[in-house]
């Protein structure tokens, strides 16, 4: 059976950082590639970042430069390091992978940011 469980969410002060990180298990994704999507209230999910095989990064125009994925393939696992968070990146964050194996998401981990 696959999951994908996120961690590391919660709330934090504007400007502040968080760390979340996503574990897959029942199947070897090291050739999927792996991302962070989130959903904010009223919003369509949009794509904040993802990280194929080779390393390969994606970032949403309005992360780039304050947030990093990166991944340990021994682990299954994908991390996304949150810096200078803003009040816009309030939403519930989503793991998905997608490739061979084929896709899955995680439950989600909301992230909360104040003023």
């Known amino acids: 059976q696959v999951q994908l469980v996120e961690s590391g969410g919660g709330l934090v002060q504007a400007g502040g950082s968080l760390r979340l990180s996503c574990a897959a298990s029942?199947?070897?994704?090291?050739?999927?590639?792996m991302g962070w999507f989130r959903q904010a209230p009223g919003k369509q999910r949009e794509l904040v970042a993802r990280?194929?095989?080779?390393?390969?990064?994606d970032y949403a125009d309005s992360v780039e430069g304050r947030f990093t994925i990166s991944r340990d393939n021994a682990k299954n696992t994908v991390y996304l390091q949150m810096n200078n968070l803003e009040l816009e990146d309030t939403a519930v964050y989503y793991c998905q992978t997608s490739g061979l194996v084929g896709q899955y998401w995680g439950q989600g981990t909301q992230v909360t940011v104040s003023s």
């Open positions: 029942g199947r070897n994704f090291r050739f999927n590639t």
């Open positions: 990280m194929d095989s080779n390393g390969y990064t």
